[in-house]
């Protein structure tokens, strides 16, 4: 199994910038299909990004609009979730997850293995 654990989280300003990271133990990330959620309160936990074993592919939530940019770091074995141009409706707690086979990236249930959240909050 691996544990994963999210962190970079924070309170910013709109416009600004965060860079998530999701580290994990027990594998390397390699071996997964990595995907970030969110979940504001009240709402449902939605898709956000996901990226291949290889990053060689990368899918991101229509509402993104090339905000988010989400990619590998070998070397230290994270999943990073850059965030660029941060707007109050991104406040949310985000969760990453591994999946040894997802099918369906944008689907929760794809996922077997998830973080346990780290909070983004964008003020106004």
């Known amino acids: 199994q691996v544990q994963l654990v999210e962190s970079g989280g924070g309170l910013v300003q709109a416009g600004g910038a965060l860079r998530l990271s999701c580290a994990a133990s027990?594998?390397?990330?390699?071996?997964?299909?990595m995907g970030w959620f969110r979940q504001a309160p009240g709402k449902e936990r939605e898709f956000v990004a996901a990226?291949?074993?290889?990053?060689?592919?990368?899918d991101y939530a229509d509402f993104l609009q090339g905000r988010f940019t989400i990619s590998r770091n070998s070397v230290e074995n994270t999943v990073v979730l850059q965030m660029n141009s941060l707007k109050p409706e991104d406040t949310a707690v985000y969760y990453c997850?591994?999946?040894?086979?997802?099918?369906?990236?944008?689907?929760?249930?794809?996922?077997?293995?998830w973080g346990q959240g780290t909070q983004v909050t964008v003020s106004s």
């Open positions: 997850a591994a999946s040894l086979r997802a099918s369906v990236f944008r689907s929760t249930t794809s996922y077997a293995y």
């Open positions: 027990g594998r390397t990330l390699s071996t997964y299909i």
């Open positions: 990226i291949t074993r290889r990053g060689s592919i990368t």
